[in-house]
């Protein structure tokens, strides 16, 4: 009899949906009818949100809330074997932050679906668009559900090529392909690292295999469909396994192999995830239509990383000072991006800032874990499971803001709130969340990220979080009052009218996830080890928290809420500070000047020079030899049967000289 | 001359030597004629020769059996043949070009 439940026997479906849409979708739907596509799509990714839940439901039905939450592998293929006993598999991988993810990302994708509908209406490419989005949503579920690494990497790779597709959705605009391009190379470059780290887990892995395989698999018998592999996690993950790769001693430059090999996979994470310093793709990512940004770039795909990092989090434990990068890279990036997030005018900029700000806020938490203070894996993981709500909340109200003004920027709204009531509502919860006050989600994940910091002993990283909590209030209200409130600046904003229904219901859906997924007492549902966390709030962090947040609001109420110019004089007060960081310190400029002066001049010209003459040199050199050859022999073929004739008695002759010579 | 032909009948080899001149002389016509019909008669020249080496080697090695003589009447079935269809091709070559001459006729090359 098996145990498992109809959902977990069949959790792939949960991937396979969107798959399957996609193709469905992608082939026959789009040229029939553009009605249909945007429908089918739709309803996929909502049956897809159901077997999720339905997955989340009977795996905590097997493992209640409040104690051990082993990983199950309900279901596997073996995909590639090498040899006998060395084979990669494909599956789905369930456990309490696969689950969380899964629900995570159905739901909001279907939610967008659904906003999509009325957003793109009328657009050329609509039937593209979803199965564009349908794309994307199989790749981050197959990432979500891979149970072992090599799945992930080949499903974060179609993440990026997802990512690149619908960036680059508005293909005859020459700053949406430029964009595209940007996030695509960025995100390559660091996905470079992740191989590389990859393949020295991997490889030390299968080296140890032998001699831990058996009792790990012992370990994990009944649980995993598949035999265990050492690229899998519930390999990787055992501290058997980890002790072993710890003691293997430095690599390169006195750094141990395994710090080295995670901090390369963190590269990747780092890349996808848009942290300092490989965040310059996100904000140009902005130029895709505004249901991507939220779906991608607030949701889902930003969260890769930081979902990686969780999943790896044991081996980042083990790797010593490869989680205080991540922490330290999750604490700078934290507090840079909310600086710049300030200044920024174009509301989807400001938003994506805010969201590199919060994947930083995640980051962090996973970076002070050790295994004293876990902590803080759950308050990494329920900060993205509220952060994925009220973000993907703030962009589509974004999106209908911007459809409504037909503008990016800021100045161009104002006095929304009486033209558009329900966007304005739903905006104001998700704000209200984002900047962490009590009762929305933030609130909760924050004060559980603080006291993580707090209780792990960075004192540092607790300050920076504590002051990013009253940016981030700040810089919110700051386009919440200058977009909603006063009366409007232009024309446009004159004449703005509400959303249609199919965009402000997922609006309204969000609005309610973001107001109750912070009662969500998440440590009992995901905990790093057998043991759950203590939920609650801990007032003595939680009011500090809310007080600079309300202060944020305060300041952004004083310079933007009143009287008119307030900001305008504290900017040239600030003068050349307020410019650097208006044109993000100029980290795109550091980039482009080191990619122009250095890597095209001193790395790529020789390249191309060698490619040019050395390889296609030696390619055309081949092809002259054959054409000379081919000329030579061509004279031979006159057409003339006597010249055949000649040539076939000269070789018969040639043949009989050789039989008499041999018979000699 | 005759009474010593008469006294002295041709061997094997005289046959066989005859038939190989024959041989020659058809080879050396069939690759140096530039007449269409010249290569046809130096074609029917190789084939007698071969005709005769059948009745040769019947007379000389198996005198009590027929198969090298029936062997030369088909090769003579199959000359004539041969030089129908030629002769049609040849036909038709001279009507479409006005010529035989086969150094003008070197299609086969395209």
Known sequence: MNPLGFALRNAWLVPAIPFFSFILVGLFLRPWSKKAAGVAATLAIFASAFVACWVAWEYFRLYPPGGAHPPLVPWGIEWLRYRTGLSVSMGVLVDPISVLLMVVVTTVSALVHLYSIGYMRGDEGYGRFFTFLNLFTFSMLGLVAAPNILQMYVFWELVGVSSFLLIGFYYSKPSAVAASKKAFIVTRFADAGFFIGILILAYYGYMAFGQLGGAVAAKVAGRSATALQPFDFLYLADPAVLGKLAALGPALLGIPLLTLAMVLVFMGAAGKSAMFPLHIWLPDAMEGPTPVSALIHAATMVVAGVYLVARLLPAFVAGGSALLVVACVGAFTCLFAAVIGITQDDIKRVLAFSTLSQIGYMMLALGVVSAAHPLGYTAGMFHLFTHAFFKALLFLGAGAMIHAVHSNEIWDMGGLARKMPITHACFLVATLAIAGIWPFAGFFSKDEILAAALGGGHAGIFAVSLAVAGLTAFYMFRIYFVSFWGRPRSERAEHAREAPAVMWLPLAALALLSLVSGFVPMGEYVSLGDAPERGGVDFAIAIPASLVALAGIGLAWFFYGGPAGRAQRAAEALGAVYRVVKRKFYVDEVYLFVTKNVVFRCVARPIAWFDRHAVDGGVNLSARTTRGLGAALRRLQTGQVQAYCVWYVAGILFVLLVLWAARM | ?110
Do not use: C
């Open chain 2, 1 to 110: 001359m005759i009474r010593f032909l008469a006294s002295h009948p041709p061997g094997m080899t005289h046959w066989l030597l005859l038939s190989a001149a024959l041989f020659s002389i058809g080879l050396y016509g069939l690759l140096s004629r530039r007449n269409a019909v010249g290569i046809l008669m130096s074609v029917e020249l190789m084939l007698n020769s071969a005709a005769l080496n059948f009745v040769v080697f019947n007379r000389f090695v198996q005198p009590g059996r027929m198969d090298g003589q029936v062997m030369a009447i088909f090769v003579i079935a199959v000359a004539a043949a041969a030089v129908v269809v030629g002769m049609a091709i040849f036909v038709a070559l001279f009507r479409h070009r006005a010529t035989v001459d086969v150094n003008r006729a070197a299609d086969l090359k395209h």
